[in-house]
């Protein structure tokens, strides 16, 4: 990771010679003034934007206006957008039937991964998640889920979310991730994969393969095979 204009490196996946980033946008006007996507996808390894209301500089984005130019260039230029908005699923919904051509990745399956031995995350936006079903352009990325639900592996509740989600939304519309290093609060890395690849036995191969490498491949237009 690193600094730069307009945004803060967030974060990828890629092989040695070949890093894929998201950025995370940290500039109130560059966001407000809907510039900064134009030509977003041309700077070498940058497949998408981050935002997320958990930061005391972006919370306010998302309600006073300052995000109302944002999306519909980010839809016309095709961004994609990851949000990291544990519990505002209702929000992301509204968002996304505004903006049905921009394609939305929802962290952490929605929930809060901070904190949670303090307060526990509680499962009332559970619904309004599952809501965002009908939303076609809505991926919902199956990470840091036994931090949401505060528990170790073999990660029994955590199943039982991947396969509400999977009923839900199909494997196309799943993308897996660690959360690494916040989830080593509750699990090492490789129990984190191997809470997809070795557990969920709902999943089959085929699915397992989208949801650990296909759907990301497609959503960010990776020049990857499987």
């Not at 307009?6 to 980033?21: C, L, R, T, Y």
């Not at 006073?64 to 990851?82: M, R, Y």
């Not at 209702?90 to 921009?102: E, F, S």
């Not at 009332?124 to 965002?132: I, S, V």
Request: glycine share 10%; charged share 25%.
């Amino acid at each position: 990771g690193g600094s730069g204009e307009p945004g803060e490196q967030q974060g990828g996946e890629g092989e040695a010679e070949e890093f894929h980033a998201w950025w995370t946008l940290g500039r109130r006007r560059a966001a407000s003034e809907g510039k900064v996507q134009r030509g977003w996808l041309r700077q070498p390894y940058v497949v998408g934007i981050r935002l997320m209301t958990m930061w005391p500089t972006e919370a306010p984005w998302w309600d006073d206006g300052t995000l109302d130019k944002f999306w519909p260039v980010a839809e016309q230029e095709g961004v994609p957008i990851s949000m990291y908005c544990p519990e505002r699923s209702k929000m992301v919904g509204d968002i996304a039937a505004r903006h049905p051509g921009l394609p939305i990745i929802v962290d952490h399956i929605g929930m809060r991964v901070f904190d949670i031995f303090k307060t526990p995350p509680g499962m009332e936006d559970w619904p309004n998640l599952m809501a965002l079903k009908k939303h076609a352009n809505v991926t919902i990325k199956v990470t840091g889920i036994p931090e949401a639900m505060a528990e170790r592996h073999p990660f029994p509740k955590s199943q039982q979310r991947v396969k509400e989600i999977y009923e839900h939304f199909g494997p196309d519309r799943m993308m897996w991730g660690s959360n690494y290093p916040p989830t080593t609060v509750v699990c090492t890395y490789r129990e984190a994969v191997d809470l997809i690849r070795a557990g969920c036995p709902f999943l089959s191969a085929a699915d397992k393969a989208k949801i650990m490498a296909g759907t990301a491949i497609k959503v960010f237009k990776l020049p990857w095979k499987i």
